[in-house]
Antibody, heavy 126, light 107 residues
């Protein structure tokens, strides 16, 4: 079964750090692009970060320089290291996966994110 | 950064009616990397449409996507009771961004 399971959320003080994990089963994280998406209470979806199969990473301006996305291929797990946390980082954090199709010669087609985890809650408060 | 503006914010319709949701981008979305997601309360989002007009696996054909460049539309031809939810567009061609969402509620 294709599945993503997040963990690592919790309560942290402003300025603190937290590392989220997203364990995948039924597919290989290093073959897909993997994203983190968050949703503050009562708000819409906010894209946070993405890592592509080739290793390129991108971040939303709101987290750039504070958050780091990575993956451990042998553990088939995605991570989000979150430092210098702020109250506005309080949200449910989802990991999600989208397929990549290689045309060859470095050209790719990207599908939408069709596998999502159940989310893990991060609360930043003193 | 590409900004996505969804309209209307809320759509009040009855089951069986047609729903038309709009998503406008601040600049052209490359390769039509525009997706639509459905989210119900307490659940993760579900992919409906990718590449602006391709239905994801298992999505009923009452859902259709169209558009290119900066203007995109999600159409639900006949609303079923389970379609009342919040819908988000997302561009994933240049970094990634989501629109603010459209809530489709029962009239």
């Amino acid at each position: 079964e294709v599945q993503l399971v997040e963990s690592g959320g919790g309560l942290v003080q402003p300025g603190g750090s937290l590392r989220l994990s997203c364990a995948a089963s039924g597919f290989t994280v290093s073959s897909n692009y993997m994203s983190w998406v968050r949703q503050a209470p009562g708000k819409g979806l906010e894209w946070v970060s993405v890592i592509y199969s080739g290793g390129s990473t991108y971040y939303a301006d709101s987290v750039k320089g504070r958050f780091t996305i990575s993956r451990h291929n042998s553990k088939n797990t995605l991570y989000l290291q979150m430092n210098s946390l702020r109250a506005e980082d309080t949200a449910v954090y989802y990991c999600a996966s989208g397929r990549e199709y290689s045309y060859g010669r470095g050209a790719y087609y990207y599908y939408g994110m069709d596998v999502w985890g159940q989310g893990t809650t991060v609360t930043v408060s003193s | 950064e590409i900004v996505l503006t969804q309209s209307p914010g809320t759509l009040s319709l009855s089951p069986g009616e047609r729903a038309t949701l709009s998503c406008r981008a601040s600049q052209s979305v490359s390769s039509s990397y525009l997706a639509w997601y459905q989210q119900k309360p307490g659940q993760a989002p579900r992919l409906l449409i990718y590449g602006a007009s391709s239905r994801a696996t298992g999505i009923p054909d009452r859902f259709s996507g169209s558009g290119s460049g900066t203007d995109f539309t999600l159409t639900i031809s006949r609303l079923e009771p389970e379609d009342f939810a919040v819908y988000y567009c997302q561009q994933y061609g240049s970094s990634h961004t989501f629109g603010g969402g459209t809530k489709v509620e029962i009239k």
